[in-house]
C-alpha cells in the first residue's frame, strides 16, 4: 500500500523504503491478529453464532488480501476507494455480529488515510468510528463515556500519526531533491572550475612562450641579421650566421604554432574580431552590436585572449547588472594600438564603489588583464547614464 496522501488524484507508486516496508509488514499483522482473535474468541466462548463469525472474517480476509495483492489499489483512488467499500460492508457485516470486531476499526483508519484524499479519508474515518460506536452500543446495550471515546481516540491518533509521518515525508523528500541539486551542482561546478583552469594554463602558456621563447628567438634573429650585414661576403664565419639565423627563424615559426595551438577555443576557428562578432549575436539579454573601426591586422594571441576575455567579462556585466536595452562592442585598430569599447545604455553604477570593493563587476580581474599587457583600462560611469568600458594596448613592434 503505498504512501498516497497527496493533491494528485491517485495514489503515486513509489519504491518501499526499509521504514515503509515495516510499517506495511506490521499494519498487516495488526489486521490479521486482531482478526484472528475476534474469530478465535467466538469460537472459544461457544458464542451463538460463532460459525457465521468464523465465515465473515474468513470473508473479511479474503477481501483484504486481495486488495493487498491488487496492484491497482495502490495505484488508482477508485480501485482503491471500491476495495474499502467492499471491506466496510464485510466488517460492519462482522460488527452486526460481535462486539469483538470494533478492534479492527484501528487498522481500518489507517487504511482509509493511506488510500484516499484528505478529505475523503477524514470522512471515511468519522464513519468508521460510528459504525465501531454502533457497534458497541448496539452489543452492549447501555450507553458509557467509553463507548464514544475508544473510536473517537482511536481515530484522532490515526489522523494525527499519517500526517505526522506525511509531513516528516514531504521533508525528506525535500532534503532529498536538495542534496541531489547540491551534489549535481558540485559536480558541475567542479568540470566548469577545471575547464576554466586548462583554459588558463593555456592562455599562461601561450603568454609566456610568446613573451619569452618567441620574443627571444626574434631578437635573436634580428642580432644575427645584423651581425650578418657587417661581416664581408667572403667571410668565414657568414656561412655559420646564415645558418644560425635560419634555425632561429625556423624556432621561431614553432614557438609560434605552439602559441596557436595553445588559443582558446573561442579563437580557434577564425580572428578576434569573427570571434567578438560570435559574442555579440549569442548574448542573451540586450541587443548587442559588433562594429570594427581601422584596418584589422593579425595580434599576437596573448592580445586577442586579453581583449576576448575583458569583452566576455564586460558583455557578462552589462546582461546581469546593467538591465540595458542595447549594447555596442567596439574594435578599433591604430597605428600604435589597438582598443576595445564596451558601452550599453543600462542603469549605470558608481566606479569608486566598485574600485573600493564595494561594487565588484570583475573590473579588478579585467584591469588586471590589460595592464599585464601595458595596456590602459578605463571605466566611466554614473547611475542611470549607462556604462563604458575602454581598455587600450599598446601594439608590439614584432606584432
Not at 451463538?48 to 474468513?58: E, K
Not at 481516540?153 to 494525527?160: F, H, K, P, Q, R
Not at 661576403?233 to 596557436?260: G, K, S, T, W, Y
Amino acid at each position: 500500500m503505498s504512501s498516497a496522501h497527496s493533491p494528485s488524484p491517485a495514489p503515486a507508486a513509489r519504491a518501499l523504503t526499509p521504514v515503509t516496508r515495516v510499517l506495511r509488514l506490521c499494519l498487516h499483522a495488526l489486521f490479521a491478529g486482531l482478526l484472528a482473535l475476534a474469530a478465535g474468541r467466538a469460537v472459544a466462548d461457544s458464542a451463538p453464532r460463532a460459525g457465521w463469525i468464523v465465515a465473515v472474517s474468513a470473508l473479511l480476509a479474503a477481501v483484504y488480501a486481495a486488495g493487498v495483492r491488487a496492484p491497482a489499489v495502490g495505484r488508482s483512488a477508485r480501485a482503491a476507494g471500491m476495495w474499502l467499500a467492499g471491506m466496510g460492508a464485510v466488517w460492519a457485516a462482522l460488527l452486526v455480529l460481535s462486539p469483538d470486531g470494533l478492534w479492527l476499526a484501528f487498522p481500518l483508519y489507517f487504511l482509509e488515510l493511506h488510500l484516499l484524499r484528505l478529505r475523503w479519508a477524514l470522512a471515511a474515518v468519522a464513519v468508521s468510528a460510528c459504525a465501531a460506536i454502533g457497534g458497541f452500543l448496539g452489543h452492549s446495550g447501555t450507553v458509557t463515556p467509553g463507548a464514544f471515546l475508544g473510536p473517537l481516540l482511536g481515530g484522532a491518533v490515526a489522523v494525527a500519526t499519517v500526517l505526522g509521518y506525511q509531513a516528516l515525508y514531504r521533508e525528506s523528500e525535500r532534503r532529498r531533491e536538495l542534496i541531489e541539486e547540491l551534489m549535481a551542482t558540485r559536480a558541475e561546478l567542479a568540470v566548469a572550475e577545471r575547464g576554466a583552469g586548462i583554459l588558463a594554463e593555456r592562455e599562461r602558456l601561450a603568454r609566456e612562450i610568446h613573451d619569452t621563447l618567441a620574443q627571444g628567438l626574434s631578437s635573436i634573429q634580428l642580432l644575427l641579421r645584423a651581425a650578418e650585414r657587417t661581416l664581408p661576403e667572403d667571410a668565414p664565419a657568414a656561412e655559420h650566421i646564415a645558418r644560425a639565423r635560419e634555425a632561429a627563424q625556423e624556432n621561431l615559426a614553432e614557438a609560434r604554432r605552439f602559441v596557436r595551438a595553445l588559443t582558446p577555443p573561442d579563437l580557434e576557428h577564425g580572428s578576434l574580431a569573427a570571434a567578438l562578432e560570435r559574442l555579440c549575436s549569442g548574448a542573451p539579454g540586450p541587443r548587442v552590436r559588433f562594429s570594427v573601426s581601422g584596418a584589422p591586422r593579425e595580434l599576437p594571441t596573448p592580445y586577442e585572449v586579453a581583449l576576448l576575455r575583458i569583452a566576455q567579462s564586460a558583455l557578462a556585466n552589462v546582461v546581469r547588472h546593467a538591465r540595458a536595452d542595447r549594447a555596442e562592442i567596439t574594435l578599433s585598430f591604430m597605428d600604435t594600438s589597438v582598443a576595445l569599447d564596451v558601452v550599453d545604455d543600462g542603469r549605470g553604477f558608481d566606479p569608486a564603489r566598485a574600485a573600493s570593493g564595494e561594487g565588484g563587476f570583475g573590473l579588478p580581474a579585467m584591469r588586471a588583464r590589460a595592464e599585464s599587457l601595458g595596456g590602459l583600462f578605463t571605466v566611466e560611469s554614473d547611475p542611470g547614464q549607462g556604462t563604458a568600458v575602454a581598455v587600450t594596448l599598446p601594439l608590439p613592434l614584432e606584432a
